[in-house]
């Protein structure tokens, strides 16, 4: 079944309140993780086109402020935004790991937050 078969099956309802929300909320992520891939991964020797391709792809999926900063979590007593908040930051840890060659994956297991992962 395609994407977009899976798309128009949805009701009206749930469609118009899943288009609220950012992509990587919305229930066809799982779906989509395929096509959440650079088509030239990070090697060692195309950092400045990798870059470019995952700012764009982050920025698109909403994600992009865990990478350079401009996010910061919410406060400790606010449970559900920092549920939130962290889920944001998974899928943005995701999207790096997955648009690197393995080789390079060596520079990045250490990092815990994405902006580190990043940079």
Known sequence: MSTETKASAMPPEDASSQSDLPPYMQSRFLAALASWKNTEPLD?????AWKGQ??????HH????????TTSPPAMNEPKALEKW???KKVA????SGNIKS????HISRAVTAKQKAT
């Open 86 to 88: 962290d889920t944001v």
């Open 93 to 96: 840890k995701l999207l790096i």
């Open 54 to 59: 995952m700012v764009s792809m982050m920025r």
């Open 62 to 69: 909403k994600v992009w402020g865990h990478c350079d900063g």
């Open 44 to 48: 060692g020797t195309n950092w400045v």
């Open 103 to 106: 080789m390079e994956f060596v």
